[in-house]
C-alpha cells in the first residue's frame, strides 16, 4: 500500500497545468488508472476492489478521449 500512496502522491504534484496539452493530460490519466489498478490489486474487499476498478476503466476512456482531441 505504501507504494501506491506515494505513487498517488507523485502524480499530484505532477498533475498537467489547466492550459497542458491534450496529449500530456490523457498521459496523466493512464498513469491515474494505472494506480487504480494496483489499488484494485491490493484491495482485499470486494466492494473497495470493485470500485478502484470502475475508476481505472473511468480514466483509461477519459485518456482515450483525450487523444482522440490532440
Given at each position: 500500500?505504501?507504494?501506491t500512496l ?9 498533475r ?6 491534450p496529449?500530456?493530460?490523457a ?6 488508472a494505472h494506480?487504480?489498478?494496483h ?5 482485499r474487499?470486494?466492494?473497495v ?20 482531441e490532440?
Amino acid at each position: 500500500m505504501t507504494s501506491t500512496l506515494s505513487e498517488l502522491t507523485c502524480l499530484q504534484l505532477h498533475r498537467p497545468g489547466a492550459s497542458a496539452a491534450p496529449a500530456a493530460w490523457a498521459a496523466w490519466f493512464d498513469e491515474l488508472a494505472h494506480v487504480h489498478e494496483h489499488l484494485a490489486a491490493e484491495s482485499r474487499d470486494p466492494c473497495v476492489t470493485a470500485t478502484e476498478r470502475r475508476l481505472a476503466r473511468t480514466a483509461h476512456l477519459r485518456a482515450a478521449l483525450l487523444r482522440k482531441e490532440s
